[in-house]
């Protein structure tokens, strides 16, 4: 393959040969993660079966056994769309969150929230607000819509700068979209001061709050923006399985707002969007608190391993508490992303601020200590 070709024009090409097809690039962009660094943007990920997937935040341990279980006793109703089964989740989830079934809408991995919600605002015009870097998918489809997506960089510890995001919002401020824990910082904003702010921010704009990460925090440290939903502020909390409960592959989340939002963004869902099986696993691994104390136990054990790497390496990094670690890329981007594919790693380089960042997602403990060698290869 020519060096030149980027990654999705051999992707298309690849796809157009196979298939026979015409392929749109926003097929592309849908078949693939976004680049988010112009290193990205030139290079051509070879994964194979034994990559180690250090790039997708993904978890290695799921699925938990109660899942899979639940998967195998769904099989019968395979034959089935889930209208049924899709309603008594709603219940169910509205029961757990403290709300009533129409503040829930049941989705296709959060992203399907992410899409829903970013289309639904940018169709009516304004702009988004973020912190920057964050999970991007929202306001990456309010853009492609033609919103215009406003950005705050986070403090020098990469942590949200609540004074610049408060700040920032605008008359024409459609949306404040935080993600906490964030996303590829790893870094939080803590319990009580993250809701006061919510709060105080859904009085000028609609709040949106990612927590596709929470779960990674320690039980009573979770505290969750439902608690602002239910006393009917304006403010949306967007749900996942796909982390701490590794069903990534499934695609079940759920987004949970005050019922005229919900309605707003479902219209635009096509349906039916559930599957059967996700849903069996959704729901067997949603009180599976052995699993998520597992999978928390475990990320931390190698997370720590990874981050006093960092620290004697003497490279700056967000305190992360979740599955993925930011820092400095020692050398450029591209070389980095190629060197480590060819020793069997797939990772993520960031641009921020003019530089190249790496963000690795934290693997089992051994992986990331094989990790750590072929770093140091890559890097000298
Ligand atoms: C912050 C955040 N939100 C949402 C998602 C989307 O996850 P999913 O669509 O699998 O629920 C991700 C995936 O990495 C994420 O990091």
């Not at 990772?347 to 693997?363: A, F």
């Amino acid at each position: 393959m020519s060096k030149n070709i980027n990654r999705r024009d051999w992707f298309k090409s690849t796809l157009a040969l196979t298939g026979g097809l015409t392929v749109s690039s926003s097929l592309v962009s849908q078949l693939l993660a976004a680049p988010v660094s112009v290193a990205e943007e030139s290079f051509t990920p070879l994964l194979n079966g034994k990559t180690v997937r250090l790039g997708s935040n993904e978890n290695p341990y799921g699925p938990s056994a109660l899942a899979r279980k639940a998967i195998a006793d769904a099989m019968n109703e395979f034959n089935r769309y889930a209208f049924e089964p899709v309603q008594e989740f709603k219940k169910v989830l509205a029961e757990k969150e403290g709300v009533s079934p129409d503040h829930i809408l049941v989705v296709n991995g959060s992203s399907e929230t992410l899409c829903l919600t970013g289309m639904a605002l940018a169709l009516e015009g304004g702009a988004v607000l973020s912190a920057f870097p964050t999970f991007r998918s929202l306001m990456d489809y309010a853009e492609k819509l033609h919103a215009r997506w406003d950005r705050v960089d986070v403090d020098d510890y990469h942590k949200h700068d609540l004074d610049a995001l408060a700040t920032a919002v605008k008359p024409d401020t459609r949306l404040m979209f935080l993600c906490n824990p964030n996303n590829p910082t790893g870094t939080i904003i803590e319990g009580q001061k993250y809701l006061d702010f919510c709060a105080e921010m859904s009085k000028k704009t609609l709040v949106f709050s990612d927590e596709a990460y929470l779960e990674f925090l320690e039980p009573d440290e979770q505290r969750s923006a439902i608690e602002l939903v239910r006393k009917g502020q304006n403010v949306m909390v967007s749900r996942t399985f796909s982390k701490v409960y590794g069903l990534a592959g499934l695609r079940l989340g759920y987004a949970i707002g005050q019922p005229e939002l919900i309605r707003k963004i479902s219209q635009y869902q096509m349906g039916p969007a559930i599957n059967q099986a996700g849903l069996a696993a959704a729901k067997a691994s949603l009180n599976d608190k052995a699993f998520a104390t597992l999978t928390r136990t475990k990320n931390n054990e190698a997370l720590n391993f990874f981050q006093q790497y960092l620290d004697k390496k003497g490279w700056f990094h967000g305190k992360s508490r979740t599955n993925c670690v930011l820092f400095p890329a020692p050398k450029d981007g591209r070389t980095i992303l190629a060197e480590t594919m060819k020793r069997g790693f797939q990772i993520r380089v960031w641009d921020y601020q003019g530089k190249e960042w790496c963000r690795v997602s934290i693997g089992t403990l051994d992986e990331m200590k094989a990790f750590v060698k072929a770093f140091d290869e890559v890097v000298g």
